[in-house]
């Protein structure tokens, strides 16, 4: 037997492992997009309401994909209200409130047609992936500045990877999205493999008690250069697509041993920005 349940808002169907009432989501608009597949226990709405548009996160139902309780799913929820509040950036989809509703906890931002690069958006990567190099460059130059300012603003970067990365072709303008286990530092691995994808994880984040501070984030930066420009893993010099300058500056960064790493992201954006001058 299935252990889902299938439910509709609007013709549109959705999965949960028992039965939920959505009948609350009306209050922000008309439902027209839902995203049930996380396994974070969030479920998430794209509404409409007049000629406004909204991404509704909801914690606190029965999530298919979702091990944990739903209550863990609301205090996380929660917890990252103030996150998006001190990380406020040009380049991150802007938070609007949050409140408590139907036996759970609801975030409201900005709704963004942006595309997502993540793997689990096949078409959306695919049409991410065929931009120009000059455009991933902006991207990428996009998404180091936020985490410069993330670093600036007290926080370590927490589960970043290529899900968070978005693109809107309307306004040409880099999104970033799921930020919402980014942590104060200091801050040191509690879990041993701790929350993210394993292309984007440095060493430290599979090792108990390990640091987790602005050099893990330039292990993170390396990672989403090797995602956007090279092979993901497969880190070698065939698969990268700039100059050997630029590679030799993302090859660094993704060093095993933290001390052969460049030891902040402003010193990864001078070596980067002097390569990008010599050559592309």
Not at 119 to 130: A, N, T
Not at 173 to 194: A, S
């Amino acid at each position: 037997m299935e252990d889902f349940c299938i439910q509709y808002i609007n013709n549109i169907p959705y999965k949960l492992k028992s039965p939920f009432d959505f009948s609350f989501i009306k209050q922000y608009g008309e439902v027209f997009k839902i995203y049930d597949d996380q396994d974070s226990g969030n479920i998430c709405f794209g509404v409409k309401n007049a000629d406004k548009k909204y991404f509704i996160k909801f914690a606190g139902a029965p999530t298919e994909q979702y091990s944990g309780k739903p209550e863990d799913a609301i205090a996380r929820l929660k917890s990252a209200v103030p996150i998006y509040q001190d990380l406020a950036h040009p380049n991150l989809i802007r938070f609007i409130k949050a409140e408590e509703v139907e036996k759970g906890f609801a975030t409201i931002f900005e709704w963004t047609d942006a595309e997502c690069m993540g793997k689990m958006y096949p078409m959306s990567r695919e049409k991410f992936l065929q931009m120009p190099d000059s455009k991933r460059i902006e991207v990428f130059n996009d998404i180091l500045a936020f985490h410069i300012h993330v670093i600036k603003q007290g926080y370590v970067a927490i589960d970043f990877y290529d899900s968070s990365i978005l693109y809107d072709f309307g306004t040409k303008k880099t999104l970033i999205c799921d930020i919402d286990l980014y942590e104060k530092v200091p801050y040191i691995n509690t879990m041993g493999r701790m929350w993210g994808s394993s292309r984007f994880m440095s060493p430290e984040e599979f090792t108990l008690g390990a640091d987790i501070d602005e050099i893990t984030n330039v292990y993170l930066i390396g990672a989403t250069a090797f995602a956007l420009f090279g092979g993901e893993k497969d880190r070698s010099i065939e698969k990268w697509r700039l100059s050997d300058e630029l590679y030799k500056v993302a090859l660094k960064a993704v060093d095993d041993n933290r001390d052969k790493r460049q030891q902040s992201l402003s010193e990864f954006e001078c070596e980067w920005n002097r390569a990008c001058l010599n050559k592309l």
